[in-house]
């Protein structure tokens, strides 16, 4: 009860709507440069076999290495602005987005492949109107899963010289031994992934109404 009143009384006053807003950004910002070039490269990977080749075995290597091993190199690469806790949310997303998204683009049914190059169609057309639209339902979903990965890396992101953000707040008041603080960071945390994954589910279930069972 004690917890519940703590967040009662920061979202009251207004304490605890800073943390939340520059948590979210620095998630936010991480998360779309990880989408851009993850889904390029994801797309890439899982049309042309040369370049899956190539890029494959660096990805496999990088996204088993744990983020927290990266800080002390994006500290002295870009610094201890909030370009670094950036970096940390990119890098912890990009790795394992782009081999999600090669299944998703490889997940489009042969058969629509195959009738399009039946019909004339050229290997960009069919990956443009063909793969890429086809693609769409799986790659949301997979998206609003790495939006939940991405929530998990925010206290190693605020470990970066931080100053504010809920993460930021966990982890001052673990030195002092306030656990009370650290539910609190903990049940904000878990309650703005909830309600983003909700509005993902949401949207999939507008955009998607087309494909066999939505989004769920």
């Known amino acids: 009860m004690k917890v519940i009143q703590s967040i009662y009384n920061d979202f009251t006053s207004g304490a605890i709507w800073s943390d939340m807003y520059i948590s979210c950004y620095r998630i936010f910002m991480g998360f779309i440069y990880a989408t851009v070039l993850g889904v390029v490269l994801g797309i890439l990977a899982g049309c042309y076999k040369p370049f899956e080749a190539f890029i494959q075995p660096m990805v496999e290597f990088l996204r088993y290495l744990p983020v927290p091993a990266f800080v002390p190199l994006i500290m002295v690469w870009v610094g201890i602005d909030e370009s670094a ?18 299944d998703d683009i490889r997940s489009v049914p042969d058969d629509y492949v195959n009738a399009a190059y039946t019909l004339g169609a050229r ?6 109107k063909i793969l890429i639209p086809g ?14 990965w991405a929530w998990t890396y925010l206290v190693v992101a605020e470990l970066v010289a931080a100053n504010s953000g809920l993460g930021y707040k966990i982890l001052k008041a673990q030195r002092y ?19 983003l994954d ?11 109404k087309w494909a066999e069972g939505g989004t769920k």
């Open 85 to 102: 806790k950036i970096a940390v949310i990119f890098i912890g997303t990009l790795f394992q987005l782009i081999p999600m998204v090669a």
């Open 123 to 128: 290997r960009r057309t069919v990956i443009f």
């Open 135 to 148: 693609m769409m339902p799986r790659l949301f979903e997979t998206l609003r899963m790495m939006m939940g």
């Open 177 to 195: 031994l306030k656990t009370g603080t650290i539910f609190e960071g903990i049940i904000v945390i878990g309650l703005l992934g909830l309600i």
């Open 198 to 208: 909700r509005v993902f589910g949401l949207i999939g279930k507008k955009l998607f």
